[in-house]
Every structure is written in structure tokens, then in C-alpha cells.
């Protein structure tokens, strides 16, 4: 038995309870803060709802490479993993919006050391809606394997929870203008981000040393700005062509993991008292430079990866 998963349904098959029990006590946990009023348990919830929404990602793409490996199983439902796949869908953009405005927290703490009023109660009821869609998501998975569960009515009633994935992507891909569009928005996303990560990077490096830290700061919700565009252009692509995305093993889901990644290394240039802390003409630590070249790295490595994907293509691992 390998230690480490060696294909995208063994990944789905970890990584599948993290959104869910993350969730849970994400929520739990910003719940428990309207009784104790600790600014530390509210942090700790909101890094864990942006954690929970950069896992879900590579969660759901390994779940489409599930459907594709078992949906010609004798016995598999395809009505059954078709609305398995609408459920994730929906929970995938909640929990994603939900990390986001918990970042969005996270940020106002670094920059005005509370975030605004509306925002905290905001994110505890995405994060309930979000818990209650992940909950029928897994539901809806067990039956898939196991569809003695539910019986009669309960089983015809869960297949007839197919939704409109299947038109959205016919339009996509007939449309004669919505996949150029969509390729247009996601470059300037990510010329976006990207640009952010290097001024960035650029002051940690010491080449803008007269300006401080707090000024580049103030850029990242532009640059997170330009992330969310590209994983809601990315996610409309693989909704509508998922069939050749989960074959590209050598380019789209190297791709994934590092946007993943590199989302947490955001989050280090976010909240951390390091860099926060450098004023005009300060040095940063060599931990900071770290950071900041493996993020650089990371996101030319997402920016290699896509551009290779036409001429990957079909490639297995």
C-alpha cells in the first residue's frame, strides 16, 4: 500500500474531509467567539476558512478525476454522481467566497486592527450555508458506492438533484465569444496577481527599501482581487471541458497544487508580524526573502504550467 496517493481519485479520497470537518470547525469556532470575545479565536476561525477554501480547490478538480475513473463501474449511479457534482459545485463556490471574506478579515485586522462590523456576522452565516452544502455534498457521495442506503422515492428523489452544470457547459462550449471572454479575464487575473506578488516581492528584496512594508500592503486585496477572477474563469473552464482537464496530469494538477500553495504563502504577507513590521529602509529577515522567492517561484510556476496546458494535452502520469 503506498504511503503517498498515486492518482487524482486517491487524492479526492484524502482530501475530501478537510473542506467538510475544516468547515465545521471554522464555524464552530467564529460561533463561540459571539460568547468569548477573543480576537484570537476570530483569527484562528478566519485562517482556517481561507485554508478550508484553498484546499476545497484541489478537492474539487480531484473529484472530477473520480467521477471519470469510476463512472463506467457497473452498479455507479450517473444520475447519482451527476448530482453529486452539482452539490460540490455550489459548496465549492460558498466555502470559496467564505475564504475569501474571511482573507478580506484577515487583512482589515493587519491594516486597521479590526475588520468591519458587518463582515465577521457575514462570514458566520456563508460559513452555516457553507456547512449545510458540504454536508449534502458527502451525503450525496456515500450513496454513490452505496446506494442500498436510500431506497424507493429517497434514491429517485437524490438523482433528480441533477442542475444546470451540463447546460452551463454546452454554452461555454458553444458560445462563440464566452470561452475567448473567459480567456481574457483569466490572463488579466493573473497578470493582476502576478503583479502584486512581485512589488511585493521587490520590496522584501530590498530593491524599493525607501518605501515601507504597509505601503505594499495596501495592494494585496487587489492582487487576491485578481486570484478570485482566475478560479472563477478557471472553475467555468473545467466545468465545461473537466473530460480533457483530468487527463492533463503532467500540467493541470502540478498547476492546481501550486495555486494552492501559493495561496498560502499570500496569506504569510497578509498577517504576519515580519513583514508588517519593515519601515522605510529596513533589511527583512532572510525568513521573509524565503517567502517571497518560493512565492515568486511558486506563481511563475502556475503561469508555466497553464500556458503548457494545449501542447499537454492527453498526457497520463
Known amino acids: ?29 467564529l460561533l463561540c467567539t459571539f460568547f468569548r470575545k477573543s480576537e484570537d479565536l476570530t483569527r484562528a476561525a478566519l485562517v482556517l476558512f481561507v485554508l478550508m477554501a484553498l484546499i476545497t480547490i484541489p478537492t474539487y478538480v480531484s473529484g472530477a478525476a473520480a467521477r471519470g475513473a469510476i463512472i463506467r463501474n457497473p452498479g455507479i449511479s450517473t444520475d447519482l454522481i451527476a448530482a453529486h457534482q452539482e452539490a460540490a459545485t455550489l459548496a465549492f463556490i460558498s466555502l470559496v467566497v467564505t475564504g475569501w471574506l474571511s482573507w478580506f478579515a484577515l487583512w482589515q485586522y493587519r491594516r486597521f486592527s479590526r475588520p468591519s462590523g458587518w463582515i465577521v456576522p457575514a462570514i458566520l452565516a456563508l460559513g452555516v450555508v457553507t456547512l449545510g452544502l458540504m454536508v449534502n455534498t458527502g451525503s450525496l457521495g456515500g450513496d454513490i458506492n452505496h446506494p442500498e442506503i436510500r431506497i424507493g422515492g429517497e434514491l429517485a428523489a437524490a438523482a433528480g438533484q441533477v442542475g444546470p452544470s451540463a447546460a452551463l457547459a454546452a454554452w461555454i462550449m458553444n458560445s462563440a465569444w464566452a470561452w475567448p471572454a473567459l480567456e481574457a479575464g483569466h490572463f488579466m487575473g493573473m497578470a493582476v496577481l502576478f503583479g502584486v506578488v512581485l512589488l511585493v516581492a521587490m520590496r522584501v528584496f530590498g530593491l524599493v527599501r525607501s518605501v515601507p512594508f504597509a505601503a505594499f500592503h495596501r495592494l494585496l486585496p487587489l492582487g487576491v482581487f485578481g486570484f478570485m477572477i ?33 495561496g498560502v504563502a499570500v496569506l504569510y504577507f497578509t498577517i504576519f508580524d515580519k513583514p508588517w513590521e519593515l519601515k522605510a529602509g529596513d533589511d527583512a529577515p532572510l525568513a521573509t526573502k524565503v517567502v517571497a522567492a518560493a512565492t515568486v517561484l511558486m506563481w511563475s510556476g502556475v503561469i508555466i504550467y497553464g500556458r503548457l496546458l494545449p501542447y499537454l494535452a492527453g498526457a497520463g502520469g
Open 230 to 262: 482566475n478560479v472563477m474563469t478557471g472553475m467555468l473552464f473545467f466545468i465545461a471541458d473537466y473530460d480533457r482537464y483530468i487527463t492533463m496530469t503532467n500540467s493541470f494538477f502540478p498547476k492546481i497544487t501550486l495555486i494552492a500553495i501559493g
Open 1 to 29: 500500500m503506498d504511503l503517498i496517493p498515486s492518482s487524482a481519485p486517491h487524492w479526492h479520497l484524502l482530501l475530501n474531509h478537510f473542506p467538510s470537518i475544516g468547515t465545521l470547525l471554522a464555524t464552530g469556532l
